[in-house]
């Protein structure tokens, strides 16, 4: 499978921006970066996806490096309803996998 | 609204039970799947349904049954469980399921098993 790597958890103020970074050094050409967040009691939610170039949606951004080793979600201003686990995958023959993803605490 | 519907939300079953977990998909999707989210724990694939046919079965006890009668309501048939199978089961849709790598999945919002 497809590993990615991703802080364990991360703290941000309310109405900053939050970077949220993930390593997929073994990605292959056909890989697409794909994030999903969890908010407590519920099932995850699709955020983003892309292959080579940066994407933004009402959500978020995603910017992908170059070399496609790395990439980084964006929450441009963080609310305290962005508290949740995000996991970034690397969706490869549409297997999603998920890893143990980044805890996200937002402080009022 | 998520447009994939899970119940029972909670349920409590002894070892010697049976019982079934029910998922159903108003989004016109053609695959489903069962997750397994243990604590602390990643979520863990456990069944994919592509049209009704299962394309994906990751090596799970045969206590756990799926059954796919239709492309929109997905079970999970449970019988003899142990107490480390109590986890969130986690229901999913995509549109295709037939290996396009920037598929979404849409989750519902889980049965919290406790098996005692």
């Known amino acids: 499978d497809a590993k990615t790597t991703q802080p364990n958890s991360m703290e941000s103020n309310e109405e900053e921006p939050v970077h949220l970074p993930c390593n997929h050094s073994?990605?292959?050409?056909?890989?697409?970066i794909h994030w999903y967040r969890q908010l407590p009691s519920q099932g995850p939610e699709y955020v983003i996806h892309?292959?080579?170039s940066n994407v933004n949606n009402r959500m978020a951004s995603l910017a992908i490096a170059e070399d496609r080793k790395s990439s980084t979600l964006i929450l441009h201003r963080a609310t305290l309803r962005d508290a949740a686990v995000y996991y970034c995958?690397?969706?490869?023959?549409?297997?999603?996998?998920f890893g143990k993803g980044t805890r996200l605490h937002i402080l009022p | 609204e998520t447009g994939v519907t899970q119940t029972p939300r909670h349920l409590v079953m002894g070892m010697t039970n049976k019982k079934s977990l029910k998922c159903e998909q108003h989004?016109?999707?053609?695959?489903m799947y069962w997750y397994k989210q243990s604590a602390k724990k990643p979520l863990e694939l456990m069944f994919v349904?592509?049209?009704?046919?299962?394309?994906e079965n990751n090596s799970v006890p045969s206590r756990f049954s799926p059954e796919c009668p239709n492309s929109s309501h997905l079970f999970l048939h449970l019988h003899t469980l142990q107490p480390e199978d109590s986890a969130l089961y986690l229901c999913?849709?995509?549109?295709?399921?037939?290996?396009?790598?920037?598929?979404?999945?849409?989750f519902g919002s889980g049965t919290q098993l406790s098996v005692l």
């Open positions: 995958i690397l969706n490869r023959d549409d297997k999603i996998i």
């Open positions: 892309g292959l080579t």
């Open positions: 073994t990605i292959s050409g056909t890989d697409y």
């Open positions: 999913a849709s995509s549109q295709d399921g037939g290996g396009t790598p920037n598929e979404k999945l849409f």
């Open positions: 989004l016109g999707h053609n695959a």
């Open positions: 349904y592509s049209l009704e046919e299962r394309v």
